[in-house]
């Protein structure tokens, strides 16, 4: 392309970058305020889920969460499998077993209750929406299957294309992490809450219904060698276990995905450079023998 | 260039078969034998991609079809049972989805080259005509492709789409009920999109054939835009030299798609679509996908309803004419000093009116998109009149020339602005 024609596409792009500067202001005026970025083991080319975390989140979800909010996708087998908390099948098996779960009909034509098995799914804390709704003041606790996936902020321009190369897409978790810590006093001059609503500053609209659902020290975690829990047992790092558990459960193939990825990929640079050299040869005479460029 | 043909039955089974179906005959003369100008660039490799991404989707989208249910009730969770519990699901799924972005980056690239090239120009007006109706099907069966997972983007995407019939006079509220299956986007509107979204791409597929058909009667334009003369100076054998290179460039591609594929898979998605289809509940900010993102700023750029929905349509099918807009004599705007501004600002232009289509309709960017809505039609009517008396830049004798003079390093003027322009005779 000509310096000319080239200039009129700068210009294009530079008028698409003023454009965008008005974005944030826009999402400002509509009470959103951008969830800080954490660092997650499962980030980026190489990332895994680290084990011991994924099983707090676990303690947490099951402990605190799971009161309200089901998850309807995943099954105690989950647990067990390669990519995930990687419980024991035996302990899957244990853990299974203190959940009572609805089954039948039986031979005589009646439901009944029995422990869970390996392969329930997660049963709801609710029968139904309107028993949930009912139980928490009208508002509906959201299902936590695919909720990491579903929760997102917008990056907007320029960022949105850096986020290819730099493989940024934990919007959910980060966003989830915010919220979880985002409970504070209504600023000066915000409308005064009615029943029912809390000030979050994370929440789109800073108004959620969620009560704060967790706080320092309420789950214990397991106790290394010298009686202390390796992590500290703050709302913090709840969030931050707990939204790696909803990653997994929204992606229990993130591991399997990330690895073949990078050994696909390897194996496509390699045979890109095999097909070039040859294209080259291929390319370096016309069928007669007469140089071709 | 569907001359004589070269090929030669090795075996007596092959001139048995050759003598009563000559399909070897047929594949030998359109893939192998084929004559293809020494001059094309990488550009020229797109028109492979596509074929590739076609077969792509449609092995991946037979298989995703074994495991998904059409039932309002159970699509969204079946598309989680594919996601969880089937072998591979996830891959398949992913393919999938990312596939349907990667054939638009694909299309639009291959589209673009048509325009700077002016490959649409006689006699390839109904190769041209043929990819425009192409296009119009893949945006179809891309919409109801992204209606099956039943989320709420899809639900609300659907609603928004086909409402637009509605301001049809007369005809518009038939139709949109005769689309939805009833008074609302629902159950039957689901199986529909489904069993239409298993038909159109082996229509697609069908109209592939008359494409390829077409260009294999008038051969591939090149970027000089100068016919072939000689075919032994001009041209090469399809294979090995199309093929390899077209090979190299589906590689690269593929590399590209295993990278969202892999690291990046809702990338080109949207998060709210991982929220089950809800008719009580309207997302705040219904947005297409980013491949509608141009035309659907159009329509909402025009403050009536009828009045959008036919720009829009106008958007599309103004490229069907584009064989008879275009005046010009000269078919590569490399030797269109004005032409080829006009295309980059057209690019711009195009891109411009994607982001706006991303943005919510209100304040300054209905303006915006108002003005770059008369931009974009703008284009038609400037290629219009500039061909008219435009000055273009003098054309090699021939394709062989023209990458000759590349070689010697441009001994003229008239070599300069050849080369100059694009890098025609590379790859």
């Known amino acids: 392309m000509t310096t000319t024609s080239f200039r009129l596409a700068l210009a294009g792009l530079a008028a698409g970058l003023t454009l965008s500067l008005t974005v944030p202001s826009a999402l400002a005026a509509e009470g959103r305020v951008e969830p800080p970025a954490q660092s997650w083991s499962f980030y980026g080319a190489f990332g895994k889920f680290d084990r011991a975390q994924l099983q707090r989140g676990y303690k947490v979800y099951k402990e605190v969460c799971s009161n309200c909010h089901s998850a309807t996708l995943v099954r105690f087998r989950n647990l067990a499998q390669p990519g995930g908390p990687e419980f024991s099948r035996s302990q899957v098996t244990a853990l299974a077993a203190t959940f009572q779960v609805k089954d039948g009909p039986n031979e005589q034509g009646e439901m009944f209750d029995r422990p869970g098995r390996a392969a329930d799914a997660f049963p709801s804390p609710f029968p139904n929406e309107q028993a949930a709704r009912a139980a928490n003041g009208g508002a509906y606790p959201l299902d936590f299957s695919v909720l990491a996936k579903a929760r997102t902020y917008e990056r907007g321009f320029p960022r949105f294309i850096f986020d290819i190369f730099t493989q940024y897409q934990e919007q959910g978790p980060d966003y989830i992490h915010a919220l979880l810590t985002g409970y504070k006093d209504a600023p000066q001059g915000f409308p005064p809450l009615l029943p029912g609503q809390n000030y979050n500053e994370y929440m789109p609209g800073h108004l959620i219904a969620m009560p704060k659902p967790i706080s320092d020290g309420q789950v214990e975690y397991p106790k290394g060698a010298d009686g202390k829990s390796p992590v500290p047992e703050t709302v913090d790092q709840y969030a931050k276990d707990i939204a790696t558990f909803m990653v997994w459960m929204a992606e229990p193939h993130l591991e399997e995905r990330k690895r073949i990825g990078l050994f696909w990929i390897s194996l496509m640079v390699i045979l890109a450079g095999l097909l070039y050299y040859t294209k080259k040869k291929v390319w370096a005479r016309m069928p007669d023998g007469s140089p071709l460029h | ?427």
Not at chain 2, 15 to 22: G, K, M, Q, T, V
């Open chain 2, 1 to 427: 260039m569907s001359g004589h043909s070269s090929y030669v039955p090795k075996s007596g089974i092959e001139r048995w078969l050759d003598a009563r179906l000559p399909i070897v005959r047929l594949m030998h003369d359109s893939a192998v034998s084929y004559p293809t100008p020494r001059n094309l660039n990488y550009f020229w490799t797109f028109g492979g991609i596509l074929t590739f991404m076609l077969v792509a989707q449609i092995v991946t989208g037979i298989i995703l079809a074994m495991h998904y249910t059409p039932q309002s009730t159970l699509a969204f969770n079946s598309v989680e049972h594919i996601m969880r519990d089937v072998n591979y699901g996830w891959l398949m799924r992913y393919l999938h989805a990312n596939g349907a972005s990667m054939f638009f980056v694909a299309v639009y690239v291959h589209i673009f080259r048509g325009l700077y090239y002016g490959s649409y120009k006689a006699p390839r007006e109904v190769l041209w005509i043929l990819g425009v109706v192409i296009f119009l099907l893949m945006m179809a069966t891309a919409f109801m492709g992204y209606v099956l997972p039943w989320g709420q983007m899809s639900f609300w995407g659907a609603t928004v789409i086909t409402n637009l019939f509605s301001a049809l006079p007369v005809i518009g509220e038939t139709i949109v009920t005769f689309l939805w299956g009833g008074y609302s986007v629902d159950n039957p509107t689901l199986n529909r999109f489904f069993s239409l979204h298993y038909l159109l791409p082996f229509m697609i597929f069908g109209v592939v054939i008359l494409h390829i058909w077409a260009l294999h009667v008038v051969g591939q334009n090149n970027p000089t835009g100068v016919e072939v003369k000689n075919v032994a100076k001009d041209t090469v054998p399809f294979t090995p030299y199309a093929t390899i290179k077209d090979v190299f460039a589906m590689v690269v591609f593929t590399i590209v798609f295993s990278w969202f594929v892999f690291y990046q898979p809702n990338f080109m998605g949207h998060a709210d679509n991982y929220i089950p289809a809800n008719p009580a509940v309207t997302p705040s900010h219904i947005v297409p996908e980013w491949y509608f993102l141009p035309f659907y700023a159009i329509l909402r750029a025009i403050p009536d309803k009828l009045g959008g929905v036919v720009a829009m349509g106008s958007a599309i099918v103004v490229l069907a004419f584009l064989p008879w807009i275009d005046t010009s004599k000269v078919r590569s705007m490399s030797y269109r000093p004005i032409a080829r501004q006009l295309f980059w600002a057209f690019v711009a232009v195009c891109i411009g009116l994607g982001y706006l289509g991303a943005m919510p309709a209100e304040g300054g960017y209905v303006t915006a998109s108002q003005i770059f809505t008369v931009l974009y039609f703008g284009f038609f009517v400037a290629l219009f009149i500039i061909g008219l008396f435009e000055r273009p830049q003098a054309l090699p004798n021939s394709i062989a020339d023209s990458v000759l003079d590349t070689l010697k390093g441009g001994s003229g003027a008239r070599l300069a602005t050849a080369t100059a322009s694009e890098p025609n005779a590379k790859g």
